[in-house]
């Protein structure tokens, strides 16, 4: 099946600092990948789809300047939270669907801690 | 705008018993396809199942199988000869059929094995 990995899996950074979550699709390309956020016992919160070659579509209510998004190639989009707060800290899930294929797979997931 | 609407925040069951787990939607469209997710605790979001709106057969893998009311707008999963590794979150989802792939999540149901 289709396998979607995130890295890192846990990151704790400074408050104010900027950390950077890949996404990477292992055994298919996509020209699209999502960025959810779930707190928790929560459901998952989209925040942005990401576009191979083109500017990330957010999500009301998600800055763009805060959560930057790259999708720079078919099998990796990048996450910056820039100037984390500690209201930032959350977990964080990226998904990709092969081409052509309703089905979205998910990364395992990143939970950030900013202190 | 759809909204996907899962009534039961917890549900228990006896192992090797069924349960059935509820999903309501709302949507104006009428070709889209609907997903069960299951996100046990390690947090990895598993796809269960996965059913197309112009399919009238309703889905089924392996103890896995859905309710699927077009005209009701329903979706409930059941799960049959449960088993301890079925305990998880299990989310109910949408997605339109014109294009973007954006998936729209219920608020989960918290399955609870009872050994």
């Known amino acids: 099946g289709a396998v979607v990995s995130q890295h890192p899996s846990r990151v704790i950074c400074k408050s104010g600092t900027s950390v950077k979550i890949e996404c990477r699709s292992l055994d298919f390309q996509a020209t699209t990948m999502f960025w959810y956020r779930q707190f928790p016992k929560k459901s998952l919160m989209l925040m942005a789809t990401s576009n191979e070659g083109s500017k990330a579509t957010y999500e009301q209510g998600v800055e763009k300047d805060k959560f930057l998004i790259n999708h720079a190639s078919l099998t990796l989009s990048t996450l910056t939270v820039t100037s984390a707060h500690p209201e930032d800290s959350s977990f964080y899930i990226c998904?990709?669907?092969?081409?052509?294929?309703?089905?979205?797979?998910f990364g395992p997931g990143t939970r950030l801690t900013v202190t | 705008a759809q909204t996907v609407t899962q009534s039961q925040p917890e549900m228990s069951v006896q192992e090797a018993e069924t349960v059935t787990l509820s999903c309501t939607y709302d949507t104006s469209e009428s070709d889209y396809y609907l997903f069960w997710y299951k996100q046990p605790p390690s947090r990895q979001m598993i796809l269960v199942i996965r059913q197309e709106a112009y399919k009238q057969q309703n889905a089924t893998e392996n103890r896995f199988s859905v309710n699927f009311q077009k005209a009701a707008k329903s979706f409930s999963l059941k799960i049959s000869d449960s088993q301890l590794g079925d305990a998880a979150m299990y989310f109910c989802a949408y997605e339109s059929n014109f294009g973007n792939e954006k998936l729209t999540f219920g608020t989960g149901t918290r399955l609870t094995i009872i050994p």
């Open positions: 998904s990709a669907n092969p081409y052509r294929s309703p089905e979205q797979y």
